[in-house]
C-alpha cells in the first residue's frame, strides 16, 4: 500500500495579505495605543481613537481576507 503525504496547499496573495493586514493590526495596537500611554506627548484621546480605529481595521480585513475558504476538491 502507497500512502499518500498529505498536500500541503501555498497560501495565494489574499491569505499572505490578511496575514500582513493582521501583523498591522498588532503593531499599530502596540506602537499608537501602547506608546501613545507610556509617553503621553500627544492627548491620549487623539491616540486611543487612531489606534483603535486603524486596529479594528486592520484586523477585520485581515481576519476576513485568512479565513476565506478555499474551492478544494
Known sequence: M?????????PD???NLGKLLL???KLTFASL???GILQGKLPQS???T????????FGAIG???????KNRR
Open 2 to 10: 502507497s500512502e499518500k503525504e498529505p498536500t500541503q496547499s501555498t
Open 13 to 15: 496573495f489574499r491569505e
Open 23 to 25: 501583523d498591522l493590526a
Open 33 to 35: 495605543i501602547l506608546g
Open 46 to 48: 487623539v491616540l486611543l
Open 50 to 57: 487612531a489606534g483603535g480605529i486603524a486596529f479594528v481595521v
Open 63 to 69: 481576519l476576513m481576507l485568512t479565513s476565506r475558504k
